[in-house]
Every structure is written in C-alpha cells, then in structure tokens.
C-alpha cells in the first residue's frame, strides 16, 4: 500500500543563512532516490507513489532554490551538481537526527547516559554497594558514579546539578522541604559496646544505663550528629573522643575507652571484638532514611530505576 505524501517535518539550518525551513522527509528521499538512481525504485522502497517522490524533490528544490537537483538521464536519475553539494550534507543531518533519537531512547530505556548519586556515609556500608551492583547488572551502559558527603552538603550539590539524586537522613537538621522525598526505610541505632562491657550480654539498653560512659562521637557537641535525639534533661552523653569515621569510633570502642551510637546501616561492618546493643526508641526513635531529588528539576529514568532498586535493597535490610 503506498503512503500519501508526508506532511513536511521543520528543518531550520541553525546558522540562520538565509536557507529556508527543508523537511527531512525530503532529505531522506532525496537520499534514497541518489543512492537508487531512480523514483521509481525510490518510491517502491519507501512506500510512496512515484508522484509523491516527484512532488517532494521538486519541493525540496524549490525551497534550496533555482537549479534541479538529479539530471533525467536515459535510464534513471543522478544528482546534478547542486544534488552532489547536497548529498554530504543530507547525510550530516539524518546522521545527527538519528544519533539523537537513538541517545533519548537510550536514557528512556535506561540503556546509556549517566547517573550521579550521593549518599550520606553509613548508607555505603551496605545499602548503596547492594544497589550499585543490581543496578549495573540489570544497567550496564549506564555511566554510574556515587559520592560520599554529609546531608547538608549532598543537598547544597542538588541544588547546583551537581548530583541526580541524593541519599539522606533526618538527622542533619537539614531543610527537605523544597526536595522531593522517597521513604526507604527507619533505621533503628545501637549502642557499640566493647565485648567485655558490662552490659554486652544484653540486647537492648536504656541510654540513662550508660550515663556515666565516656562516649566517642563525630561532634564534640552531644547535641549535634547522631546523638542529637538521645539529649535531653536527664541524659547528656559524655563526648570524650572526637572521631569522624567509623573505623576509628570502633577503635577507641574495641580498646575499652568509650561507647558509640552505630545506625542499623553500618551494623555489617562492625569488628568482631565490638558488640551491638539495641536502643530502645523511646530514647532515640528510629531516623528516616529518604532518596531526595530537586523539586522541579526533571529526572532522569535511571534515577527512577536506581530508587527501585534502594527501595528493595532497604526492605531486605530491614526484616
């Protein structure tokens, strides 16, 4: 069944040179019908009529100007020198159009383009690693990057397009409400405890059992960080040893010197010699752990796909 001719899609020469408005349906007929040499055979391939094809070479003529673009030859058609100038050209531009269709398929598809992600630190100790690799089975085109950062500054790099998505916590006192927000888990805390600690037998704790404990912290300031929620009149922790990594924290707890607050997060990478004791949540409630994105800005289908993929990892860790 031969297709009516196509109503002209807008090609307009980005140099703005004079050259008027060309279809590309034009261009991708005049292609076939050089590299055939005949509307014939042009628009048998194509599924037109020979009269359409003429009709459109004569439009496309017409819109580059006087002077025909094939010479009629005996037996068939060949581009004249103005059809020789042009071939080259044609070419570029459905090369390019093409090129960009298949790149939007790809990112709609989710099978190229990248994906920039951050995540607050303890959420690397086992949910993003998780994550990243059933993503880049299932998305292996996908150009994927993570960073390590603290809330704050993950939210501060949001909002500069430096970063496509973010994985945070509310525990940073941090503004969320111009973010799009999606729940991935509460993450309950524990109290490490070095194996010979008194109360290392035990499975969850009251803080005002550990008052009179010396504490290892990443703020010297009780208030501040994860032990913010655990301050009130009756309980302030003892902050005697300022570490920021976890590694250290679990130094100073294996060496018998202190107690540290540990997210269910990093639970997997405690040392053997260090023991987990369960806050109770009427002492610290659990913290919500959210992926956030920008309100407003677009996402990209890879960070949707990577957000279904910490919704699993997070519901597994969870049970």
């Not at 628009?43 to 100007?65: I, K, N, P």
């Not at 996402?299 to 949707?304: G, N, R, T």
């Amino acid at each position: 069944m031969n297709r009516p001719d196509p109503a002209p899609s807008a090609l307009r020469n980005a140099g703005a040179a004079g050259l008027p408005a060309l279809s590309t349906d034009w261009l991708r007929v005049f292609l076939t019908v050089a590299r055939l040499g005949s509307f014939t055979e042009a628009a048998h391939l194509l599924g037109y009529t020979q009269s359409a094809v003429s009709r459109q070479m004569q439009s496309l003529e017409s819109a580059l100007g006087e002077g025909a673009l094939f010479d009629r030859l005996p037996r068939g058609v060949a581009p004249t020198e103005r059809g020789q100038a042009l071939l080259p050209r044609a070419e570029a531009v459905l090369a390019q159009l093409d090129g960009l269709r298949t790149d939007l398929t790809a990112l709609r598809e989710v099978s190229g383009g990248r994906l920039r992600v951050g995540a607050f630190p303890t959420a690397g100790a086992a949910l993003l690693p998780r994550t990243v690799a059933a993503f880049r089975e299932r998305h292996p085109l996908v150009e994927l990057s993570c960073e390590e950062g603290l809330t704050g500054g993950l939210l501060a790099r949001l909002d500069r397009g430096e970063l496509d998505l973010a994985v945070v916590s509310t525990t940073a006192g941090a503004d969320l409400s111009v973010y799009d927000l999606r729940k991935l888990l509460d993450e309950p805390m524990y109290v490490a405890v070095p194996a010979g600690h008194r109360l290392a037998r035990r499975r969850r704790v009251r803080l005002a059992e550990l008052a009179e404990e010396d504490w290892v912290s990443g703020s010297p300031h009780s208030e501040h960080g994860l032990l913010g929620p655990a301050v009130r009149e009756d309980f302030r922790p003892r902050v005697t040893f300022v570490a920021a990594e976890w590694i250290a924290k679990q130094g100073y707890v294996a060496a018998g010197l202190a107690v540290a607050l540990i997210p269910a997060l990093a639970a997997d990478g405690v040392r053997p010699d260090i023991r987990l004791l369960a806050v109770h949540e009427e002492d610290i409630p659990p913290r919500a752990v959210y992926t956030a994105t920008l309100r407003g800005r677009s996402v990209p289908a890879a960070a949707d796909a990577f957000v279904r993929l910490l919704e699993k990892a997070g519901a597994q860790m969870g049970r």
